[in-house]
């Protein structure tokens, strides 16, 4: 997405606004203090040189300066006058020659000789030699005590961009197989499942519908790319309308149920190219609907809003706006959704966030606290180097920068991070050759990575007679009896949430809805530190007499009766639906596969019944209301030929015997 031309003019170099600080030409700038015995041809020439000076004639100044040089190349008070009209003629370099040469001769001439030279240090990268000047000159009673502010910055500045290049982080790009063609490939994102890739891509394409002497011309295209079997992307392709019409769109991001995407559109009025956030919804079927435009509150007519990052549960929006009413140039901005589905007014991210420069590109992570965002304005190394902070609870953390070598003197832009924070991605033209741009992935600094999470997605199986609407999904930490209550979709009976991991818990899913049957699964810390998705798929069904319900993840040791935690965690929480539907009666029953002896494997169900039974009452549901009963191999659900099958026969249910 193009970027708009900024209302000021932003200096991008220190050593531009050291020559703004400095007086005008009009007058020859005040000596400093050197014990020197200069000889008279050289010395004649200095009274000669202020003349001119003093006249404006700026060609004869550096004539006879250069001449007392020529004559004396330790001249102080020469290399001293010669190097200021270079800086207020902007020739840097020369100006830079001349002071070095100056500090070697007479290292306090002038206070302020040694910040103006530091700062020019700084602009090489020489920061061994810049840092210990500008100390020399806040070190300095008889300094110009104007340019501490500056000097201080400027020192804190170097400081900080000479530790991030002496602590290099482990920095090994490679490009993204098959998604990386002899096209170009940018503005991407990864879905937060991980498991689709969508990005630009650039390609030269002829079209057909124009006859046999049609051109070929240049096309971007909004792509996706889907995760392999073998773990590897596919090649990816075009997205299929409505994308890729009369839509100029980039820059996407999609929340954690694959079912809102927002991206950017531009469009030329009059001449400004102006961008605006649009989002799309997948419905039942998988097909997205026409873009819309998240609201003329976010979009104006007169800004550039762009470079959209939502958070993965869907309740902040994050983008890079150039209106009026920021701190600098480009600013990030957040909203926040509403109880009615739409986008809060935007809030302006603060100054730990913004600068008087320019911030974009946006990325929250799906932990929905860890904002990566590309910067000009902190202490960095290049133009645009890549930050990120942390949220706290009513601000942000001071950014950090990401590190060196993945930022450098090149603008760095368009960083987005896998879910187990393990994995960054971001586009370059410049790590191959002859290959234009291509999406590279790289292991990310430890320093860096967000907090840990893990996506629990999953279907509720809606029974026959039964009605999605209202059913809600409850995520509860065992640990700390956290609930977390998740959004259904009505249409396809879908859900997903990213929960933050806490040290050692273990959750418990279940769905609830008034007149439904209970339902849970167990997810142990266990299985989330193995992978940071999680499968966790419900059923939805009517409390019906005489129905069987499973009682998912309650499992015994072999040949044990002995409850674990995980199945206790499970009593405990049909416990809490047994007492929320008082006029409820179930039988607990035990069921076994086939192997072993099948009077052995009918004493073991009838025991393991009871086990659960006598759990549920120790909790205080009453006797009367339940039963158990044990029936070892003999009502199979599936064929015991195979594991497959036997796990779904290793079973316990429970059956409504009244309501």
């Known amino acids: 997405m193009p970027e708009p031309k900024l209302r000021y003019k932003i200096f991008g ?11 005008s030409l009009a007058q020859a700038p005040e000596l400093g203090e050197c014990e020197q015995n200069v000889e008279e041809l050289p010395s004649s020439q200095l009274p000669k040189a202020i003349r001119a000076w003093n006249q404006k004639n700026f060609r004869e100044t550096e004539r006879y300066l250069e001449k007392a040089i020529r004559f004396d190349p330790t001249y102080a008070d020469a290399l001293y006058l010669l190097g200021e009209l270079k800086l207020r003629q902007r020739e840097i370099r020369k100006a830079q020659f001349l002071w070095s040469k100056l500090m070697e001769v007479c290292p306090n001439y002038k206070a302020e000789i040694a910040y103006f030279l530091g700062v020019m240090y700084m602009e090489d990268n020489k920061l061994d030699e810049a840092i210990p000047l500008i100390e020399q000159f806040l070190a300095n009673p008889e300094r110009d005590f104007g340019y501490d502010k500056e000097a201080k910055a400027a020192l804190e500045e170097a400081k900080k961009k000479q530790a991030l290049l002496r602590n290099e982080v482990v920095f090994n790009p490679k490009p993204v197989q098959r998604v990386s063609t002899t096209a170009d490939e940018y503005l991407a994102t990864i879905s937060p499942d991980q498991r689709t890739l969508y990005f630009t891509r650039r390609s030269r394409k002829t079209d057909r519908k124009s006859g046999p002497a049609a051109s070929a011309r240049m096309v971007e295209e909004f792509c996706a790319s889907v995760l392999q079997n073998d773990g590897t992307f596919e090649e990816g392709a075009p997205l299929p309308s409505p994308f890729n019409t009369s839509y100029n769109e980039g820059g996407p991001s999609i929340t954690a149920d694959n079912t809102e995407l927002y991206f950017t559109v531009c469009e030329d009025l009059d001449g400004y190219k102006n961008c605006d956030i649009y989002y799309t919804e997948k419905d039942m079927l998988g097909y997205w609907s026409t873009p819309r435009s998240v609201g003329d509150h976010i979009n104006r007519k007169d800004s550039w809003e762009s470079q959209a990052s939502v958070t993965a549960n869907g309740d902040w929006l994050y983008f890079t706006s150039d209106r009026k009413g920021g701190i600098g140039g480009l600013d990030l901005y957040r909203c926040k959704r509403k109880e009615d589905g739409t986008w809060s007014a935007p809030e302006l991210l603060d100054a730990r966030i913004n600068t008087r420069r320019d911030e974009k590109s946006p990325f929250i992570h799906s932990d929905s606290e860890t904002l990566y965002f590309t910067s000009n304005g902190h202490p960095g190394l290049g133009g645009f180097d890549i930050f990120y902070a942390r949220a706290t609870d009513s601000s942000w953390q001071a950014p ?12 760095d832009l368009g960083l987005f991070v896998s879910l187990d924070g393990k994995t960054g991605y971001f586009s370059s033209n410049t790590l191959r050759a002859n290959t234009g741009w291509d999406l590279y992935s790289f292991e990310m600094p430890e320093e860096a990575r967000p ?6 997605q999953g279907t509720l199986d809606v029974a026959e007679g039964e009605d999605i609407q209202d059913a809600s999904i409850k995520i509860k930490n065992l640990k700390t009896k956290e609930i977390t209550e ?5 249409q396809t009976g879908s859900y997903a949430r990213v929960i933050e991991k806490k040290e050692a818990s273990d959750y418990i899913v279940k769905v609830e809805k008034k007149g439904a049957a209970f339902s849970s699964r167990y997810i142990s810390n266990s299985e989330l530190s193995m992978k940071p998705t999680v499968e966790a798929d419900l ?5 019906e007499v005489g129905r069987e319900y499973t009682l998912n993840d309650i499992q015994f040791a072999s040949n044990s009766t002995q409850l674990n935690a995980a199945s206790k965690s499970i009593i405990e929480e049909f416990v809490l639906f047994m007492k929320e539907n008082s006029a409820l009666r179930a039988d607990i029953q035990g069921h076994t596969d086939n192997v072993g002896d099948q009077q052995s494997n009918l004493q073991l ?13 120790n909790l205080g549901v009453e006797a009367s209301r339940l039963s158990w009963h044990g029936y070892g191999e003999s009502r199979p659900l ?8 036997r796990a779904k026969n290793r079973r316990t249910v429970f059956v409504i015997t009244a309501r």
Do not use: C, H
């Open 13 to 23: 170099s220190l050593i531009l606004s050291l020559v703004l600080a400095t007086s």
């Open 400 to 411: 950090s920068n990401i590190g060196y070598p993945i930022n450098g003197e090149k603008d």
């Open 451 to 456: 907090e840990e999470v893990f996506l629990l």
């Open 486 to 490: 998740v959004k259904v979709d009505a």
């Open 539 to 543: 059923q939805l069904a009517p409390m």
């Open 605 to 617: 169900s009838k025991d393991r019944a009871k086990a659960v039974y006598q759990y549920a009452i």
């Open 638 to 645: 599936a064929d015991n030929e195979d594991e497959a099958g």
